[in-house]
């Protein structure tokens, strides 16, 4: 539930920082309360896919490579769905296609650089207590 949570605030956070991008790129956008409210509610379905797609990761028997590049494509696929009805690219434009994928990878590997780090905290952390257990 906590992974499923996180990754709900984490998709949230990204539309929000998506569309905060593309205003910045084209200051004629402007979005109104009930816009911002069905950006909101993409966001939170996006986090919801996400979330589902996290459980890949309890899959033991694959190589992790695999999952990842299969979570990856999922979240990618997923995006460029919701950025479909959230008019976050244009077909006309294909710049803006091209940033959105920019943008979007460059914020999964934000946070999973951030989870690769905090797991790898938390087993030093787990290492050094043994090592204090046995009296190293």
């Known amino acids: 539930m906590?992974?499923?949570?996180?990754?709900?605030?984490?998709?949230?956070?990204?539309?929000?920082?998506?569309?905060?991008?593309?205003t910045y790129n084209?200051?004629?956008?402007?979005?109104?309360?009930?816009?911002?409210?069905?950006?909101?509610l993409l966001a939170l379905s996006l986090g919801v896919i996400i979330g589902c797609a996290n459980s890949l990761f309890l899959i033991k028997h694959w190589p992790y490579i695999a999952v990842l590049t299969l979570h990856y494509g999922i979240v990618l696929c997923s995006v460029f769905t919701?950025?479909?009805?959230?008019?976050?690219?244009?077909?006309?434009?294909?710049?803006?296609f091209i940033l959105l994928f920019i943008q979007?990878?460059?914020?999964?590997?934000?946070?999973?650089?951030?989870?690769?780090?905090?797991?790898?905290?938390?087993?030093?952390?787990?290492?050094?207590v043994l090592k204090q257990n046995r009296g190293e």
């Open 104 to 128: 979007s990878t460059s914020i999964y590997i934000i946070v999973w650089c951030f989870i690769f780090f905090s797991i790898k905290r938390d087993i030093k952390r787990m290492n050094d």
């Open 82 to 96: 919701v950025g479909l009805f959230g008019n976050w690219f244009s077909f006309d434009e294909p710049s803006t």
């Open 26 to 40: 084209d200051t004629s956008i402007t979005w109104s309360g009930a816009e911002l409210l069905n950006q909101f």
């Open 2 to 22: 906590k992974n499923f949570l996180i990754s709900c605030f984490v998709s949230v956070f990204m539309s929000y920082f998506i569309i905060a991008l593309i």
